[in-house]
């Protein structure tokens, strides 16, 4: 083997499995299409779920499927193949769709599972790089992979296959997303833990409730405004004349622009800022982070949360949302 450095390496690596990628794009049809309608209308018409199988770096490959295919929505586990004729066959039924796959499309382990599908007319599409295979011959709907040089150097090791096939997993997932219109709530739903479960939580369950936060009218003074700031701790005071309209915020910020002798005589309007920004109870507590840190020049702190009629209903804070580790 000539002398190649460790970094040449690497970039032939990732380009040989970059040109795989690009075949694999070149050369979808309309199978494709096929296997997500299929898969689709399996979780419109029944409770049945997509059932992935493989062996070997195929089957770690399955698993990730099964793993962003729940995720995004769409009902799915890993079925092993060798174990399917030792009693898990009956984990599917026939209201599932199985998805198998195999590189080589050949291999007794995956007999059992792929003779089950067809004695009990179960949906089977797979994924193989081989069109002559038995994998191949006996399935419904057939995802053939491009032939493609493997990135390892003696063609052994299974590289540009499985890069192939997991980018090919992903369009699954993700044209199913897109079929059954997955909002970032919804998808927020099978995220509730860690970081991302997080950064999908509704305003409404962030901010502070209309009934706690501190309300002035128009005509107040600031004496009474900076009793309400330091009982509430909020950082701001709303001003509303009839609880519902928000006309105005004064916050710590405006009282430091503000601060004179004559600060605690003067009326809440000509220290407010007026109009404050607002937000729909309902988005996702990111989007009010976003609006809050802003450019520099329009960082603020608090964002005003209103109903479904404009109304206000609450109250975000930036630092609410760093607690909460949204950033």
């Given at each position: 083997m000539t002398n190649i450095t460790a970094l040449n390496s690497a970039k032939n690596t990732i380009q040989t499995e970059i040109d795989g990628l690009a075949e694999l794009a070149r050369t979808l049809d309309?199978?494709?299409?096929?296997?997500?309608e299929t898969i689709h209308n399996m979780k419109q018409t029944s409770r049945g779920r997509l059932i992935v199988a493989g062996i070997g770096k195929s089957g770690h490959i399955a698993n990730k499927m099964v793993a962003t295919l729940a995720s995004t929505g769409t009902p799915s586990f890993f079925v092993h193949p060798g174990e399917a004729a030792h009693g898990?066959?009956?984990?599917?039924?026939?209201?599932?769709?199985?998805?198998?796959?195999?590189?080589?499309?050949?291999?007794?382990?995956?007999?059992?599972?792929?003779?089950?599908?067809?004695?009990?007319?179960?949906?089977?599409?797979?994924?193989?790089?081989?069109?002559?295979?038995?994998?191949?011959?006996?399935?419904?709907?057939?995802?053939?992979?491009?032939?493609?040089?493997?990135a390892c150097p003696n063609g052994l090791a299974p590289t540009t296959s499985t890069t192939v096939t997991l980018a090919l997993g992903d369009a699954i997932a993700v044209a199913l997303l897109e079929k059954m219109n997955l909002t970032p709530e919804q998808f927020g739903v099978f995220h509730p833990g860690g970081k991302l479960g997080k950064r999908l939580t509704p305003v409404n369950d962030v901010m502070h409730p209309k009934e706690e936060l501190?309300?002035?009218?128009?005509?107040?003074?600031?004496?009474?405004?900076?009793?309400?700031?330091?009982?509430?701790?909020?950082?701001?005071?709303?001003?509303?004349?009839?609880?519902?309209?928000?006309?105005?915020?004064v916050t710590d910020g405006d009282l430091k622009r503000h601060m004179d002798t004559n600060l605690l005589q003067k009326s809440v309007a000509d220290v407010m800022s007026a109009n404050p920004k607002t937000i729909s109870e309902k988005s996702l507590a990111v989007e009010a982070l976003k609006i809050m840190s802003g450019t520099p020049d329009q960082y603020i702190t608090s964002l005003v949360a209103t109903d479904d009629k404009g109304n206000l209903s609450g109250l975000i804070r930036l630092q609410d949302c760093l607690q909460l580790g949204i950033a």
């Open positions: 309309e199978n494709f299409t096929n296997a997500i898990d066959l009956g984990m599917v039924t026939k209201d599932d769709v199985v998805l198998m796959i195999s590189n080589s499309g050949e291999g007794p382990e995956l007999a059992a599972l792929m003779t089950y599908t067809r004695r009990f007319d179960i949906p089977l599409i797979a994924i193989t790089s081989n069109s002559n295979s038995a994998l191949a011959q006996h399935s419904d709907i057939l995802l053939l992979t491009p032939q493609m040089p493997e501190p309300l002035v009218n128009s005509q107040a003074t600031m004496d009474q405004v900076i009793v309400l700031l330091t009982e509430h701790n909020l950082g701001c005071v709303l001003i509303t004349d009839d609880g519902q309209n928000v006309t105005g915020i």
